[in-house]
């Protein structure tokens, strides 16, 4: 990377923390030293890779707050008004 090229961005000390622990455990999976840049390219290759059928079936619920969210829904879809 050229200097020039470089951003500051301010982040938090707990962000900045925890930022260097994973840095730590990205260097041990990798077993080579890495950056705090290639760390947050980890990170954000993660945040994006994802899509929304990724996430099925990971949340488990009751049939308590099944019922609960369907109520919830069928009584916001009692409001909506076609103009």
């Known amino acids: 990377m050229k200097m020039e090229e470089a951003k500051t961005i301010k982040i938090s000390p707990k962000i900045y923390a925890e930022l260097n622990a ?3 455990l990205l260097s041990e999976r990798l077993k080579r030293r890495v950056s705090i840049d290639d760390a947050l390219e980890d990170l954000l290759s993660l945040a994006h890779g994802k899509k929304p059928s990724d996430f099925a ?3 488990i619920m009751s049939d308590e707050e099944e019922k609960e969210i369907k109520e919830s829904l069928k009584e916001l879809w009692g409001t909506w008004k076609m103009d």
């Open 57 to 59: 079936g990971a949340w």
């Open 22 to 24: 994973f840095t730590g």
